[in-house]
């Protein structure tokens, strides 16, 4: 069974320029958490996809944005990016949303940026 | 505001010995609990889950649970270098709301 797949694995941006992340869930999975690490900062939630639609958000601003695909795979965007964006990209599937919660994340080998 | 507090260490423990982690949260009606393991330069993985009171043991894994008190603790016993990590604890809130993480602790087995 294939795990959580995420594209690219290392990119490396420009301040200013746009930045397109993938992530493919595990099979049968329709829930994609995104969440940004950084070491000073840890796991930081981004936002939640279930069924296509943005369930939950953190407190991230505009700049970040997300989608989700008919077949649950999801992108996640961040426009005129800044220094402060560097980190782990991480991108997390789960069964469900709410109880579905319960079984936990699997997450993918995430996307390193570096925005110079 | 919902938190996940842990120490962040490093915990140093000699190899063989018990290492023990432990993890509060803020949020009395969470249900659910877990512990994940993350080696420098990879992502989180799950090795443990616990939803009710008490302990559960897996393997040298034992996860404890104690929501009167809202305290996770993890335990590991006959400690191993491989091992050496950074422990995350994560708590799913009761109102279906995204799991909130810890800190982590660093966890440091000497041979």
């Known amino acids: 069974k294939a795990g959580v797949t995420q594209t690219p694995r290392y990119l490396i941006k420009t301040r200013g320029q746009q930045v397109t992340l993938s992530c493919s869930p595990i099979?049968?999975?329709?829930?994609v958490s995104w969440y940004q690490q950084t070491p000073g900062q840890g796991l930081q939630f981004l936002f939640e996809?279930?069924?296509?639609?943005?369930?939950n958000k953190g407190n991230f601003p505009g700049r970040f944005s997300g989608r989700q695909f008919s077949n649950s795979r999801s992108e996640m965007n961040v426009s005129t990016l800044e220094l402060g964006d560097s980190a782990l990209y991480l991108c997390?599937?789960?069964?469900?949303?709410?109880?579905?919660?319960?079984?936990?994340?699997?997450f993918g080998s995430g996307t390193r940026l570096t925005v110079v | 505001q919902k938190e996940v507090e842990q120490n962040s260490g490093p915990l140093s423990v000699p190899e063989g010995a018990i290492a023990s982690l432990n993890c509060t949260y803020s949020?009395?009606?969470?249900?659910?609990f877990f512990w994940y393991r993350q080696y420098s330069g990879k992502s989180p993985e799950l090795i443990m889950s616990?939803?009710?009171?008490g302990d559960k043991e897996d393997g040298r894994f034992t996860a404890q649970l104690n929501k009167a008190s809202q305290y996770v603790s993890l335990l590991i016993r006959d400690s191993q270098p491989s091992d050496s990590a950074t422990y995350l604890c994560?708590?799913?809130?009761?109102?279906?709301?995204?799991?909130?993480f810890g800190p982590g602790t660093r966890l440091s087995v000497l041979p």
């Open positions: 996809y279930f069924s296509e639609t943005q369930r």
């Open positions: 997390a599937s789960s069964l469900g949303y709410g109880t579905g919660l319960n079984y936990g994340y699997t």
């Open positions: 994560a708590v799913n809130p009761p109102d279906g709301q995204n799991f909130v």
């Open positions: 099979s049968g999975h329709r829930s």
């Open positions: 616990i939803y009710s009171n």
């Open positions: 949020d009395r009606g969470s249900q659910s």
